[in-house]
C-alpha cells in the first residue's frame, strides 16, 4: 500500500515530519502575530489617552482664553476710567508720533472741546500749539534716544498749557510704549502739576 521512494523509505515515514514542520511555523507565526496585536493594542490604548489629554487641555485653554478675554476687557475698563479721571495730563502717541489717546484733564486744561481735533496731530503739532518751541526740540532729542535708553525720562518743566500767560510747573516723564508681543509702538508723555508743591518748598525754605 505505500510507496517506496528513492532511498527505500517510505512516503508515510516523512508525512509526520513535514506536518510537524509546518505546525511549527504556524505556531511561530502565531506568536508573532499575537505579539503584533498585543502592541498595537497597547499603542491604541495609549493614543486614545494622549487623545483625552489633548482634548481636556483644549477644553481648558479654551475656558482660559474666555476668562482671559474677559479680564482683559474688565482691566482695560478699568484703566480707562483711571485715565479718564486722573488729574494729570496723560498723553499717547502711536509709533509714527501721532497723538492716539489724551485724558480728559489735558482737553480741560488746554480748553480743547472735543478730542477729536486733536486725535492724529502730531507730537510736533500738538505741543508747537501749548508749549515752548524749546520744548518740542526737546522732545525730539527725548524720543529718539527711548529705545536706545530703554527707560522712561523725568524732567521738570514750566508751561503755559492753558495759554493765559501763567506758567505752571510740571514734573514730566517720558516713557516708551509696548505692545503685547514686547515691540515698542509709541511713547507716553506724562505731565503731574507740582506748582503748589514747589510753592510750598520756597516757602518752607
Excluded at 25 to 52: N, P, Q, T, V
Amino acid at each position: 500500500m505505500f510507496q517506496e521512494n528513492r532511498d527505500g523509505q517510505k512516503n508515510s515515514e516523512t508525512a509526520p515530519e513535514a506536518l510537524k514542520q509546518e505546525l511549527e511555523a504556524l505556531r511561530g507565526e502565531h506568536e508573532r502575530l499575537l505579539r503584533e496585536y498585543r502592541r498595537s493594542e497597547r499603542e491604541l490604548k495609549l493614543y486614545r489617552m494622549k487623545l483625552e489629554r489633548i482634548r481636556k487641555m483644549s477644553d481648558c485653554t479654551a475656558i482660559l482664553n474666555r476668562v482671559v478675554a474677559v479680564k482683559r476687557s474688565e482691566l482695560e475698563h478699568f484703566i480707562n476710567l483711571i485715565m479718564q479721571n486722573s488729574p494729570n495730563f496723560i498723553l499717547m502717541f502711536d509709533g509714527e508720533g501721532r497723538m492716539s489717546f489724551c485724558t480728559n484733564s489735558f482737553l480741560r486744561g488746554c480748553g480743547i472741546p472735543n478730542v477729536g481735533m486733536i486725535r492724529g496731530l502730531h507730537y510736533r503739532e500738538l505741543f508747537e500749539l501749548y508749549t515752548k518751541h524749546e520744548f518740542v526740540e526737546m522732545m525730539d532729542t527725548i524720543i529718539s534716544s527711548l529705545s536706545e535708553k530703554n527707560r522712561a525720562v523725568k524732567f521738570t518743566e514750566k508751561m503755559d498749557f492753558d495759554r493765559d500767560g501763567v506758567e505752571s510747573v510740571y514734573s514730566v516723564q517720558i516713557a516708551q510704549t509696548m505692545d503685547e508681543n514686547g515691540e515698542p509702538r509709541g511713547f507716553m508723555a506724562f505731565f503731574h502739576d507740582i506748582t503748589e508743591l514747589m510753592d510750598a518748598k520756597r516757602e518752607a525754605d
